[in-house]
């Protein structure tokens, strides 16, 4: 089973010349709305952001440069891990041959495949195929769900929804990446549909191949503290993921974005209080780069004045609008006071009491304080997701403005 066997923080010094500034510096001083719109931009050109990855290791020491040209120490706390390669992934229909991406939690198929009968998951066909939003709350993905559980199927096919563009696969984050389990599931782009409709009524067979190895790499999380002036302080966390299933520009270079725009805010202000970053690998895996952090701070959940993610999606273009999520009545009344003059707001909240999304889960589990960010967008985990046509670069800059001004307060004492 894929897991973390090691362990390495490598601390980056700040002497000059050790850390040169990213390519797309400016030559004069930058407005936030540049500066957001260059770290955007970069993370786009990075490539694909799949943790363990050339480019997820690339991208971590960019911003470790990053945070070094702010004059912050940036830490790489690198970890070992089984890295899903894929070898071979197609489905076979037909004249069709229609390449995907496998879940990154399932059982896998040789190099030859499997073979069988079509129809709908949970029927009594060979291969169940479904059409399905990227999530497993959706009914579809529910009953390729019970199919994984029970074994009832050889193999499931998961057709992109088809409110994304053709031509791309959505793929569904690895919840259970450390103990993987059921049949090969493989996911596609919607194309071909239509023709794969046909040929389940037809009575027609198909083959999913869905041939991966696991093999040996490497990730890093990103680190730094701010030092406040008073130790005794329970210090503030700021958290974001970094790494996804393409090159993620709205979904996750709104949060790299922020991070950075709140430590420079920070540094900027002074703080009283002890100001914490991790940037963590592994989102796209069940939050492994995260459970890694977690476990070699423990106390800190609790400890921690509060935490603040920067989630998914608040950069979308495309989307329902952002959802925030807090802890307690506290945390929302400081949040919603420094939105106030941004010209951005939330479209919903969770529900105060109700366990979050995204990796402000693993804060609410351990019964620690948070203020959350996040939204929806029409190009989830699609690789249409690119700058900057998928990027609200001008709400983007509302919402960094706020979260760097909510950061700031909880920095002073009282």
């Keep these: 089973m894929?897991?973390?066997?090691?362990?390495?923080?490598?601390?980056?010094?700040?002497?000059?010349?050790?850390?040169?500034?990213?390519?797309?510096?400016?030559?004069?001083?930058?407005?936030?709305?540049?500066?957001?719109?260059?770290?955007?931009?970069?993370?786009?050109?990075?490539?694909?952001?799949?943790?363990?990855?050339?480019v997820d290791n690339q991208s971590a020491d960019w911003l470790a440069r990053e945070i070094a040209a702010l004059g912050v120490e940036?830490?790489?706390?690198?970890?070992?891990?089984?890295?899903?390669?894929?070898?071979?992934?197609?489905?076979?229909?037909?004249?069709?041959?229609?390449?995907?991406?496998?879940?990154?939690?399932?059982?896998?198929?040789?190099?030859?495949?499997?073979?069988?009968?079509?129809?709908?998951?949970?029927?009594?066909?060979?291969?169940?195929?479904?059409?399905?939003?990227?999530?497993?709350?959706?009914?579809?993905?529910?009953?390729?769900?019970?199919?994984?559980?029970?074994?009832?199927?050889?193999?499931?096919v998961v057709v992109a929804d088809e409110s994304f563009p053709a031509g791309g696969t959505a793929p569904m984050n690895a919840e259970h990446f450390r103990e993987p389990f059921g049949p090969p599931v493989l996911q596609i782009p919607n194309d071909h549909y239509e023709a794969i409709k046909a040929a389940m009524a037809s009575g027609a067979k198909g083959t999913v191949i869905a041939h991966c190895e696991y093999v040996d790499a490497t990730a890093k999380n990103v680190q730094a503290r701010v030092p406040g002036t008073n130790a005794s302080l329970a210090p503030l966390v700021v958290m974001t993921p970094r790494s996804g299933w393409w090159h993620c520009a709205s979904e996750r270079g709104?949060?790299?974005?922020?991070?950075?725009?709140?430590?420079?805010?920070?540094?900027?202000?002074?703080?009283?209080?002890?100001?914490?970053?991790?940037?963590?690998?592994?989102?796209?895996l069940g939050h492994t780069g995260l459970d890694h952090y977690l476990e070699h701070n423990q106390s800190l959940i609790k400890d921690a004045v509060l935490w603040i993610h920067l989630g998914a999606n608040f950069a979308a273009r495309r989307g329902r609008g952002v959802r925030l999520q807090f802890s307690d009545e506290q945390a929302r009344a400081t949040m919603l006071a420094h939105l106030e003059g941004t010209g951005v707001?939330?479209?919903?909240?969770?529900?105060?009491?109700?366990?979050?999304?995204?990796?402000?889960?693993?804060?609410?589990?351990?019964?620690?304080?948070?203020?959350?960010?996040?939204?929806?967008?029409?190009?989830?985990?699609?690789?249409?997701?690119?700058?900057?046509?998928?990027?609200?670069?001008?709400?983007?800059?509302?919402?960094?403005?706020?979260?760097?001004?909510?950061?700031?307060?909880?920095?002073?004492?009282g």
């Excluded at 000059?16 to 500066?35: D, I, N, Y």
């Excluded at 579809?140 to 193999?155: H, I």
């Excluded at 725009?261 to 540094?267: D, H, L, P, T």
């Excluded at 402000?360 to 690119?386: C, E, K, M, T, W």
């Design 345 to 413: 707001g939330p479209e919903s909240e969770s529900e105060m009491g109700s366990r979050p999304l995204g990796e402000a889960r693993n804060v609410y589990d351990g019964g620690g304080r948070f203020i959350s960010i996040l939204g929806n967008n029409a190009l989830f985990h699609h690789p249409a997701d690119r700058w900057p046509d998928a990027v609200d670069l001008d709400n983007t800059v509302g919402w960094c403005t706020a979260l760097a001004g909510v950061a700031v307060e909880l920095t002073r004492e």
């Design 2 to 54: 894929p897991k973390i066997t090691r362990r390495t923080i490598l601390k980056l010094g700040l002497a000059a010349g050790a850390l040169p500034a990213g390519r797309w510096a400016f030559a004069g001083e930058e407005t936030m709305k540049e500066r957001i719109a260059r770290i955007i931009a970069a993370y786009d050109a990075q490539g694909i952001h799949r943790t363990g990855t050339a």
């Design 254 to 284: 709104g949060g790299i974005a922020a991070f950075l725009e709140i430590m420079r805010a920070v540094k900027a202000n002074g703080a009283a209080r002890d100001v914490i970053f991790t940037a963590n690998t592994g989102h796209e």
């Design 74 to 156: 940036p830490e790489l706390d690198v970890l070992s891990m089984k890295r899903v390669e894929i070898k071979r992934a197609v489905f076979k229909v037909g004249d069709l041959e229609i390449e995907g991406v496998p879940l990154f939690d399932c059982m896998y198929t040789g190099a030859d495949g499997v073979t069988g009968t079509l129809g709908d998951a949970g029927s009594d066909s060979d291969i169940g195929i479904v059409m399905s939003w990227p999530s497993d709350r959706t009914p579809p993905m529910q009953r390729v769900m019970k199919g994984r559980r029970s074994g009832s199927q050889k193999a499931f």
